[in-house]
C-alpha cells in the first residue's frame, strides 16, 4: 500500500528548517527572490515516467505537475525549467554545483542524505523491495541471498545495504552507476543479474514490460519521499514549499496525482501480462495501422488496450450477453454508430473510437480534463447513465464526485441494493468496471512503454555520465 502523507506538523517543521551535518554557507539573497529575480524554478528531475518525461513533445510526470504549479506559487511570471539527469549522481550533481535550485525525482528523505540536504514535505512513501526472477527460489530474506544485489550508487537501497553490511558482513552486493532502476530490473529480467534492490513503485510498474520480474521481500520501514534543497541558512524557499504543500493537500491535489500515476499499479497478473505482451507482437500489428486511422484525438494506444480488455484483438469475439467484435459493441450501439457488420475489424474500430469520443463529449464539464478519460472509459463499460449515478452516490457520501480515485471505490455500491435503489438506472456490475478501467490502464501504460521507447526523440541524445561520486 502506497500512503499519501503529508509531513507538517510544527516539530518536524523545526527539525527540517534546522538539520545540518554541516556548516550552512551565508546566503548572497534570499532564494525566492533570486528565483523571482531571474524569472525560473531551476528543477534537476530524472528522465522517467513517474518523474519526468516527454510524450509526443508534451512535458508528464507526478513531478513535473507538482513542480509546475509549485514555481505557478511563487509568482505569476515565473518560469518552470525541468534540467533532467540519466543517474543520480549526475542529479546530485546539479544540486552541488548550483546548476538547478531543487531537486524533484521521487528522491527518499534518509538520514545520511539529511547530513548534505534539505528535504521539504514527504509526498508519498514507498518500501525498498527486493526483485528476483521468476524460476528462481524465492528468497524470504537478506540471509537466503547467495549471489550479488544490484542497486543504484547514492540510493537508499544502496545506504540501507551499507548499514546492513555493518551487522552482515556476507551479504553481497554492488552498486551499478549510470544508469537506472528499470535498468536495474532489465538485467534481473534477462538473466543478467540475479537480484536487484528498488523501491516498490517503481518494481510495480515495471513488471508490466518484464512480467518475469517478481518481488521477493520488503526491508526496513517505509521511506518519505520528498523534494530536496541544498543546505543553506536561506528558508525561503522551504517555507514556500511547506506552504504549497499544505495547500495541495487541502485542494485534494495529491490525492488526484497519486491516483493517475499509481492508482492502476496496486495488482499484477504475470499470465495475463505475458499474454499480452505476446500478443503485442502477434496480433497487434495487424491492427495498430486500424487504430492509428481512427483513434481521431484519441491516443490509437489507447484505443488498442480497450480493444485488447475487450477481445484479446480477435475480431470474433462473442460474450456470453451478446456483444461483439474487436471492440465488444452491442448491437444498439453499433447501430448508434452506423456500424453494420460488428465482425469487421475496420467497422468494429471506427465504431468504438466514435462511441468513446461521444462519451468523453457528454461528461460533465467540471470532470478535471486527465480524467475524463477514466470516466469515459467506465461508461463505455456500464453506460454513462450508471457513471452518474456514480457520480451523485459519491456526492451523497460527502466526497469528489469529480475525483476518479474516490467514484471508483463507490462502483461496486452499483451491486448493492441498499445503495442501487436511489439511482436512476439501477443495478450495475461496478465491481467489473471498476476491474476493467485498472486493466485498460496497464494495457495502456505498457503499450506506451514499447511504443515510446526509452528516450524520446524530443531530448538530446544521452550524454557522458559525469564522475561526480556521491557519498553516502
Known amino acids: 500500500m502506497h500512503r499519501l502523507v503529508l509531513l ?40 522517467h515516467p513517474l518523474y519526468y518525461f516527454l510524450r509526443d513533445g508534451q512535458e508528464e510526470g507526478l513531478d513535473f505537475e507538482l513542480a509546475q504549479q509549485f514555481s505557478a506559487s511563487l509568482g505569476d511570471q515565473i518560469a518552470l525549467k525541468m534540467v533532467p539527469a540519466y543517474s543520480l549522481n549526475e542529479l546530485f550533481s546539479l544540486l552541488d554545483n548550483g546548476q538547478v535550485d531543487m531537486l524533484a525525482a521521487g528522491l527518499t528523505n534518509t538520514e545520511q542524505r539529511r547530513k548534505l540536504y534539505r528535504f521539504g514535505p514527504s509526498y508519498y512513501h514507498i518500501e525498498h523491495t527486493l526483485a528476483y526472477r521468476k524460476g528462481l527460489t524465492r528468497p524470504k530474506d537478506i540471509h537466503d541471498l547467495t549471489e550479488d544485489v544490484i542497486v543504484l550508487a547514492g540510493s537508499s537501497q544502496a545506504e540501507w545495504l551499507h548499514q546492513q553490511q555493518q551487522t552482515h558482513p556476507e551479504l553481497p552486493w554492488q552498486t551499478k552507476r549510470d544508469t537506472d532502476a528499470e535498468d536495474l530490473l532489465r538485467q534481473v529480467a534477462e538473466d543478467k543479474a540475479d537480484y536487484a534492490l528498488v523501491n516498490d513503485i517503481l518494481l510495480a510498474r515495471t513488471q508490466r514490460y518484464y512480467p518475469s520480474v517478481e518481488a521477493a521481500f520488503t526491508v526496513g520501514q517505509p521511506q518519505a519521499i520528498a523534494w530536496m534543497l541544498p543546505n543553506s541558512d536561506d528558508d525561503s524557499l522551504l517555507a514556500s514549499m511547506l506552504t504549497f504543500f499544505e495547500q495541495q493537500s487541502s485542494q485534494d491535489t495529491l490525492a488526484r496525482l497519486h491516483e493517475k500515476y499509481f492508482g492502476h499499479v496496486q495488482s499484477f497478473d504475470y499470465v495475463d501480462t505475458r499474454t499480452f505482451l505476446q500478443r503485442t507482437e502477434s496480433r497487434l500489428p495487424q491492427y495498430q495501422p486500424l487504430f492509428q ?17 475487450e477481445s484479446h484483438w480477435d475480431p470474433k469475439a462473442t460474450s456470453y450477453t451478446g456483444v461483439r467484435g474487436m471492440m465488444m459493441l452491442t448491437e ?83 451491486h448493492q441494493p441498499k445503495w442501487y435503489r436511489q439511482t436512476r438506472y439501477g443495478y450495475a456490475r461496478g465491481r467489473e468496471t471498476k476491474q476493467f478501467v485498472n486493466n485498460i490502464r496497464q494495457y495502456y501504460q505498457s503499450l506506451q512503454w514499447q511504443y515510446d521507447g526509452q ?5 538530446p541524445e544521452q550524454r557522458t555520465m559525469p564522475t561526480v561520486e556521491v557519498d553516502i
Open 8 to 47: 507538517l506538523n510544527p516539530l518536524l517543521l523545526l527539525v527540517m528548517l534546522t538539520v545540518s551535518g554541516c556548516d550552512h554557507p551565508a546566503p548572497l539573497t534570499d532564494s525566492v527572490e533570486q528565483i523571482q529575480k531571474r524569472g525560473s524554478l531551476r528543477v534537476g528531475t530524472l528522465y
Open 293 to 309: 486511422r481512427y483513434a481521431g484525438e484519441l491516443d490509437w494506444r489507447l484505443l488498442a488496450a480497450i480493444s485488447y480488455q
Open 332 to 414: 444498439d450501439t453499433a447501430a448508434q454508430v452506423g456500424v453494420t457488420n460488428r465482425l469487421d475489424p475496420e467497422q468494429s474500430i471506427r465504431g468504438g473510437a466514435q462511441y468513446l469520443t461521444s462519451i468523453l463529449a457528454r461528461l460533465p464539464d467540471a470532470i478535471p480534463q486527465d480524467e475524463r478519460i477514466w470516466f469515459a472509459l467506465a461508461a463505455y463499460n456500464i453506460v454513462l447513465g450508471h457513471v452518474l449515478d456514480v457520480r451523485r452516490l459519491t456526492l451523497s457520501r460527502q466526497q469528489d464526485p469529480n475525483s476518479w480515485a474516490q467514484v471508483k471505490e463507490n462502483l461496486p455500491l452499483l
Open 455 to 459: 528516450i524520446d526523440a524530443n531530448l
